[in-house]
């Protein structure tokens, strides 16, 4: 089981995806990849208050060290293909993969799990509210492993 995190270019309709990363629940794997807008062809959104205020990435950086989309989505549909993959905002990430699929002409091969899944129906309350509380990086490495610590914490106290 995986959680997977996605940092973005911007909250819009025509945002994709510039970060992506995932890390197993006991924290011992992890990967973490930024993304080269430009080998999509058309990707053109973005959001420079995201850049500034949330996540700090810039476009420049993306396109410099970020990995050809193809390789990306390679990477993740095996991911996602071969274990189940969570997320806290399920919703917003599964768009943003959508979005890298379709860059390839793909779709992704499986949806993502609501992070509240992971842990038992009594303790979902628990959950919601320290995901509510703290301020995050931003950054998809760092949610990523804020988000595996906090699910062992709240199932550790069962």
Avoid at 12 to 27: H, M, T
Avoid at 31 to 44: E, F, Q, R, T, Y
Avoid at 107 to 121: G, T
Wanted: aromatic share 8%; net charge negative; with cysteine.
């Amino acid at each position: 089981m995986f959680i997977l995190d996605i940092e973005a270019s911007s909250l819009n309709d025509d945002s994709y995806p510039i970060e992506i990363a995932w890390c197993d629940l006991n924290g011992s794997n992890s990967v973490a990849m930024l993304i080269n807008p430009d080998s999509a062809g058309d990707w053109d959104e973005w959001d420079s208050y995201a850049e500034m205020a949330i996540h700090g990435l810039s476009r420049e950086q993306c396109c410099k060290e970020g990995e050809n989309v193809v390789r990306v989505a390679r990477i993740v549909g095996e991911l996602l293909e071969e274990n189940p993959v969570f997320s806290d905002a399920h919703w917003q990430d599964q768009k943003w993969l959508e979005r890298l699929f379709e860059s390839v002409g793909k779709r992704p091969p499986a949806k993502l799990i609501p992070l509240e899944q992971l842990v038992p129906l009594d303790r979902r309350f628990i959950l919601a509210a320290k995901l509510a509380t703290p301020s995050r990086p931003h950054r998809a490495l760092a949610d990523c492993q804020f988000l595996t610590k906090l699910v062992r914490e709240v199932r550790a106290d069962t």
